[in-house]
Nanobody, 118 residues
Framework: QVQLVESGGGLVQPGGSLRLSCAAS????????MSWHRRAPGKERELVAA??????????NYADSVKGRFTISRDNAKKMVFLQMNSLKPEDTAVYYC?????????WGQGTQVTVSS
């Protein structure tokens, strides 16, 4: 079955960096688009970044709020997707999830907490 496991969250000061990882299993990873989402306290979940499949050139896309600060990447051999987050702001505080749609079904990991605070 499809499984996604995020890691790498934590507490960081404003201006700091974190790298989130998502390990995937249960599907042919390289064939699927992957994405990172987040849910901040009291807010709806939002798309942060996405990367297309290897066969479509691994094209990336970002929410306006994170452009220039976050970078999504993938390692198809390791079946992992990453989110490098730089210049973090308090408003980036949220639970971050990776996601994939396989056969029209959306799958989510358990999430990893990112807290940006001094």
């Amino acid at each position: 079955q499809v499984q996604l496991v995020e890691s790498g969250g934590g507490l960081v000061q404003p201006g700091g960096s974190l790298r989130l990882s998502c390990a995937a299993s249960g599907f042919t990873f390289s064939n699927y688009h992957m994405s990172w989402h987040r849910r901040a306290p009291g807010k709806e979940r939002e798309l942060v970044a996405a990367i297309t499949s290897a066969g479509t050139g691994a094209v990336t896309n970002y929410a306006d709020s994170v452009k220039g600060r976050f970078t999504i990447s993938r390692d198809n051999a390791k079946k992992m997707v990453f989110l490098q987050m730089n210049s973090l702001k308090p408003e980036d505080t949220a639970v971050y999830y990776c996601s994939v749609v396989v056969h029209f079904l959306s799958y989510w990991g358990q999430g990893t907490q990112v807290t940006v605070s001094s």
